[in-house]
């Protein structure tokens, strides 16, 4: 061989070593799925307290069997449930001379006013998704005084076990769908980029209160950097 030869070949060697070490230094990312409050009160299916267009037999089933899929893939998927008080500040009932929809102040931010939904133990309150897919279920909105639309805070800052859940299975980057577009799957999407985690939100496997905020709440979490896809896809989630 000569010297032309060997100085590609040592060329070679040395690229090769290279980036072959900074292959096996990063590490890969680990993905962990949160579906976001599918329960009863907030489905058409079951003729909800606060039943949310489009959430329909059809709907409950695409989300099972998306989020199916998911779990054989190997990803740990993660439920949030709402799970209210009766005596929530998010219930219209429980503040004097307020309807359903009507929006207060409570502690310095706008607050709509529920229809009381996802009562502690009651029926509406029940995830309509086959329990063993889950790695976890983190319940919220337990404090009477505080709403909690993200799965990993509520509004008065207390945080749930959420974080430190993904944080333990090393999980950094999460796909995120569910009810509502508008409200809990935004609040919880905004506070995972926040937290640092890299974050894909699935719009057709997900359901909104109204047309305007959920439109507006896509926006939002694209312009934070969430990459919005239409449906699911295993090949765009590894690669996005
Ligand atoms: C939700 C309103 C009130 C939600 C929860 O899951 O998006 N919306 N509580
Ligand atoms: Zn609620």
């Known amino acids: 061989m000569g010297n032309w030869g060997m100085k590609t070949l040592a060329a070679a060697l040395f690229f090769t070593l290279v980036l072959g070490g900074m292959a096996m230094a990063k590490e890969a990312t680990k993905i962990g799925i949160i579906v976001v409050d599918i329960q009863g009160d907030f489905t058409k299916l079951k003729n909800g307290s606060l039943a949310v267009d489009g959430t329909d037999e059809a709907y409950i089933k695409a989300v099972e069997e998306n989020t199916k899929k998911l779990k054989e893939t190997g990803y740990p998927i993660f439920a949030t ?9 998010s219930f219209f009932t429980n503040h004097k001379g307020k309807k359903a929809f009507d929006v207060i102040k409570l502690h310095g931010k706008s607050q709509v ?7 502690q133990k009651t029926p509406g309150a029940e995830i ?13 909105g337990m404090d009477s005084k505080y709403d909690s639309y993200s799965g990993f805070q509520d509004d008065g800052g207390k945080k749930t076990a959420l974080d ?5 299975e090393k999980i950094d980057k999460l796909v995120v769908y569910g009810i509502a577009t508008d409200y809990c799957v935004r609040a919880t999407a905004l506070d995972a980029v926040a937290a640092g985690y890299k974050v894909i939100m699935i719009k057709n496997l997900s359901r909104g209160v109204a047309p305007d905020t959920s439109q507006k709440a896509i926006d939002e979490m694209k312009a934070k950097g ?15």
């Open 128 to 140: 309509l998704l086959d329990k063993k897919l889950f790695t976890a279920v983190v319940k919220k």
């Open 226 to 240: 969430i990459a919005v896809l239409d449906d699911l896809d295993l090949e765009k989630i590894k690669g996005n």
């Open 164 to 168: 430190k859940l993904l944080k333990k």
């Open 81 to 89: 449930q709402d799970w209210h008080p009766a005596n929530h500040a």
């Open 113 to 119: 006013l529920w229809p009381p939904h996802c009562v």
